[in-house]
């Protein structure tokens, strides 16, 4: 009885310890962990030197279901242009912020750190969505492996290095694996006010220098224009314009090909842009809609799509940059009516008829002889008038003829 007594006792003083010591452990565990939680949330999921960077390589899959297929897309960094494999100009815009949404990715929360929850998250080794690596040469500087979607732009994500499996807001849209993705499709483009010369069918056109230029509109002038031509200024600056915008939708390759239709162009023109010169030739495939278009100073051939090639073709040829001179209007009736002989002061001087001091001063003698008949005639109608005059005056005066005298007396006496 005490031996069960005592022993109860024992029971519940290991209780009590286990107890006491499963709270202390709690109560570390839990301080501790938010220490860590803290610690590690502030700092960055890769760590690596953007500068350093030189080779970007991405792994995916390019499709959906039983036709997706493996790729590997690489990028490299030569003297300072981010390229694709085939040398290409990549979009460097991309390129960097790719590398600094990489760079600016933090430690959260882990979402499962188990070797199970790799494949379920998508981010083992051998299931993922995304593989990145960066690396300088031959050095792999870090290694990210992007996963599923755990929710509005994010996914789920580990290093390399760790097990662990976070939440972050990266996609694989941030990183596709089709080196088209990656092209800078504005390569074609310059600045149209650069353009100093174009030359389409033998005809040169250079903006006139002389010319007052209005806002981004420049004046052009045509070298051995066609008589009664002038250059449509609308016309030319607004295709101009187009050219200078113009991107592709898909490089064919370095590699001519004879369904391009370069043996009939559509179109050749040349221009000349800061000092270099550039050539464009348009061919049309006859059973594509697209055009083809290959220029100068690029050894790739390059896919344009129709909704833009088609209307930049017909806007540039010479019957739509030159217009017929407007032909003079027909002189009016009050145009084609005889100029009056009297002249005024200013219109005498105007027309160069003006009697200098000389001529006025020295009358000709068919003035004169004028002068004297108009004198003459001039006495002789006064001579007149006079003798009218004394005509009037000296005629006798009529007696005024009075009425008869009434009878009054008669009057008064009847």
Not at 100 to 119: C, Q, R, Y
Not at 250 to 271: I, N, S, W
Request: hydrophobic share 30%; no cysteine; glycine share 6%.
């Amino acid at each position: 009885m005490k031996l069960t007594q005592m022993s109860m006792k024992n029971g519940i003083r290991i209780l009590a310890v286990l107890a006491v010591v499963q709270l202390a452990l709690t109560l570390l565990t839990h301080s501790g962990g938010s220490s860590l939680a803290q610690h590690r949330a502030s700092e960055k999921l890769l760590s690596f030197d953007k500068t350093q960077v030189d080779t970007l390589i991405i792994r995916g899959k390019d499709g959906f279901g039983d036709k997706a297929k493996d790729v590997t897309l690489t990028l490299h960094k030569k003297e300072g242009k981010w390229l694709t494999s085939d040398d290409f100009p990549a979009a460097e815009g991309k390129v960097e912020r790719l590398l600094d949404k990489l760079k600016d990715l933090k430690h959260g929360l882990p979402v499962a750190t188990t070797s199970n929850a790799l494949t379920r998250f998508k981010v083992a080794k051998d299931q993922f969505e995304r593989q990145i690596q960066l690396q300088h040469g031959d050095k792999t500087l870090a290694t990210l492996y992007l996963g599923s979607g755990a929710g509005a732009r994010q996914s789920h994500a580990r290093n390399a290095n760790d097990n662990a499996i976070y939440s972050v807001s990266l996609g694989s849209y941030d990183a596709p694996v089709k080196a088209e993705d990656w092209q800078d499709h504005g390569i074609l483009k310059l600045s149209s006010q650069d353009i100093s010369q174009v030359t389409l069918d033998h005809l040169t056109f250079k903006p006139d220098s002389s010319a007052n230029q209005k806002g981004s509109l420049t004046i052009w002038q045509a070298d051995q224009l066609p008589e009664g031509k002038m250059v449509n200024q609308k016309a030319i600056n607004d295709s101009l314009k187009s050219l200078a915008s113009l991107s592709f939708s898909k490089v064919l390759g370095k590699q001519a090909k004879p369904e391009y239709g370069f043996d009939h162009p559509a179109l050749k023109l040349t221009v000349t842009h800061k000092g270099e010169q550039r050539q464009y030739t348009f061919g049309k495939p006859g059973k594509d809609d697209n055009y083809v278009l290959k220029v100068s100073d690029k050894p790739q051939y390059f896919e344009i799509a129709s909704y833009t090639a088609k209307p930049l073709i017909e806007g540039i040829s010479k019957d739509k940059w030159l217009l017929d001179k407007p032909k003079p209007e027909p002189a009016t009736e009050a145009e084609k009516a005889p100029t009056k002989p009297e002249q005024s002061a200013s219109d005498a001087k105007e027309a160069g008829t003006e009697t200098s001091p000389a001529t006025a001063s020295e009358p000709s003698p068919q003035a004169e002889k004028t002068a004297t008949e108009t004198e003459t005639e001039t006495e002789t109608e006064t001579e007149t008038e006079t003798e009218t005059k004394s005509t009037t005056v000296q005629k006798p005066a009529q007696p005024e003829t009075t009425a008869p005298e009434q009878n009054t007396n008669k009057i008064n006496t009847e």
